[in-house]
């Protein structure tokens, strides 16, 4: 096989065969405990959080920005919501709500980084800041849990058919937004801005709306992925979201190396965050410690990082 074969082979199929050779390691190593229907199904439950935010990350990196606020929303998400439910507002409605606050606080990020064109990290990472400040007002930093109502938990914890509603859910997102980005005309401009920002303002596109599009669908995604992560355990934790912040983009990273291109993609993410959370699962199964996934989540983001450069031809 010639180099160029190799290559070309490594950049198409290179983090499928990784995911592949994961499975099949636990799989040797606790085949009992890993290879089975219930574990698989619950790796797809815990997955569906981590996908669905990673996608919100996906959308900011598509033009080429960063969100350093999505943990802190996703945390606000989940207790915006379980606050609204224990004060008596319909569950539907406290989950709408939720989603449309952090719908609006990812446009003020994409205003400020969009019109005053300053760093997306520093703004991102100021509003982050306000965001926590604002979940120990709400909270006075104690875990929400209190005459949560019933309803509350149907979504984290309602099956379909035996699958996980969240595992549905999880697809259904992934598939839309697959979808938006490629066959849409909305999505292909988003593209468009991350291969050339100036180029694409030769060619009429309102480089400004996009990128707020873009933070305003990181921050609804953001904050679902809170609702979802409290729906799940019945209370809201002030810092649930903290955890998803680096996971988030690792996957995304990951989801770049799926492409030949290096860029992010929705379908891409989707099997980062597949690989994140077998990873996970496989180490808790061997009852490694925390500190190894945290580790090996690092290791893989500065490969992936790499590896999307490769893809670009970045790197000589």
Same mark, same amino acid.
């Given at each position: 096989m010639k180099k160029t074969d190799f290559k070309q082979m490594a950049q198409a199929y290179g983090t499928i065969i990784a995911l592949?050779?994961?499975i099949m390691i636990f799989g040797v190593l606790k085949p009992a405990a890993?290879?089975?229907?219930?574990?698989?199904?619950?790796i797809s439950r815990q997955m569906a959080a981590l996908t669905i935010i990673s996608i919100g990350a996906t959308m900011v990196m598509v033009v080429n920005e960063f969100d350093l606020s999505v943990g802190s929303m996703a945390s606000l998400g989940g207790v915006m919501a379980a606050l609204m439910a224990v004060a008596g507002i319909p569950v539907g409605a406290s989950f709408l709500l939720t989603v449309l606050v952090c719908m609006v606080i990812g446009w003020v990020n994409g205003y400020i980084v969009a019109k005053f064109k300053v760093l997306s990290f520093i703004t991102t990472l100021g509003i982050s800041t306000v965001l926590d400040g604002l979940i120990y007002r709400l909270t006075g930093g104690a875990t929400v849990f209190e005459n949560i109502?019933?309803?509350?938990?149907?979504?984290?914890?309602? =099956? /379909?058919? &035996? !699958?996980?509603f969240l595992s549905v859910l999880m697809i259904l997102f992934v598939l839309a937004f697959a979808f938006f980005m490629k066959h849409t005309p909305s999505g292909r401009k988003m593209y468009a801005i991350g291969g050339g920002e100036e180029a694409s =303002? /030769?060619? &009429? !596109?309102?480089?400004?709306?996009?990128k707020i599009l873009a933070f305003m669908l990181c921050g609804a995604l953001a904050g679902g992925t809170g609702i979802a992560v409290a729906s799940r355990v019945g209370s809201a934790n002030t810092s649930a979201g903290a955890g998803y912040f680096l996971q988030s983009y690792a996957a995304a990273y990951i989801g770049c190396t799926v492409s030949r291109q290096g860029i992010p993609n929705v379908a891409g993410t989707f099997v980062g965050a597949a690989i994140l959370s077998i990873l996970a699962n496989g180490l808790t199964i061997l009852q490694m410690p925390s500190y190894m996934q945290n580790i090996i989540t690092g290791i893989i983001i500065v490969v992936a990082v790499i590896a999307q450069k490769l893809g670009r031809g970045d790197a000589k």
């Open positions: 592949l050779v994961i890993f290879l089975t229907l219930k574990n698989f199904i619950n109502p019933k309803s509350f938990t149907w979504l984290g914890t309602s =099956k /379909i058919g &035996g !699958i996980p =303002k /030769i060619a &009429g !596109i309102n480089v400004k709306t996009y």
